[in-house]
């Protein structure tokens, strides 16, 4: 009876895993940089702008396979513009005052997301491995000079049964936020918008 029992868990557990990782996801994560930033600016105008530069708005799939309907999304529409907010932001804490108007002679930076894929992996037995990484590069421009950083972040978490569209939100979230300190962070940038 035990067995059966044990049988029977196994079966709708495993049913409801294939069930779940055949269907997309598509996630909207609210990125948040969290990190103090340098306080170097005196209230100069940059031009700011968030941009996507992927070629694809598919970041993976949940199954591994390139071929799977279990495709993860996270569009552009919703997500640039919480990018746009959060550099915005970062500028102002720095002693900035951020416009999206651009005008001949004014400081500008362009911060554009180059990458944001998620890869599953095989780990060890019974586990798998989720590995999310992102790309972003922060352009700035005074002058006639330009100072380019680019900031990759990457999260790897194992798993024994696969994670759900809020828990990879949660993943892509962090693994934005660590890029967006990362980037404010860097004193260069800070010091070449402030020249």
Not at 134 to 141: G, I, T
Request: charged share 20%; hydrophobic share 35%; proline share 6%.
């Amino acid at each position: 009876m035990l067995r059966r029992l044990m049988t029977l868990t196994a079966l709708v557990l495993t049913a409801g895993w294939l069930a779940g990782c055949a269907s997309p996801q598509y996630l909207q994560p609210s990125p948040e940089r969290t990190t103090t930033v340098p306080s170097i600016g005196q209230g100069q105008a940059v031009t700011v702008t968030a941009v996507d530069g992927r070629q694809s708005e598919q970041i993976g799939t949940r199954s591994g396979n390139a071929m799977s309907t279990s495709a993860i999304t996270v569009a552009a529409g919703p997500l640039i513009p919480k990018l746009q907010d959060e550099a915005e932001r970062a500028l102002r804490d720095m002693g900035f005052q951020p416009t999206t108007q651009a005008t001949d002679g004014r400081p500008s930076l362009t911060l554009t997301l180059q990458r944001l894929a998620y890869d599953r992996q095989d780990s060890r037995p019974m586990l798998d491995k989720a590995r999310l990484e992102s790309v972003l590069e922060a352009r700035a421009e005074n002058g006639g000079a330009t100072y380019t950083g680019t900031y990759t972040s990457s999260l790897s978490q194992e798993f024994a049964v696969s994670p759900g569209l809020k828990k990879h939100q949660s993943m892509v979230e962090r693994v934005l936020s660590d890029g967006l300190n990362r980037a404010f962070r860097d004193p260069e940038l800070g010091r070449f918008l402030s020249r």
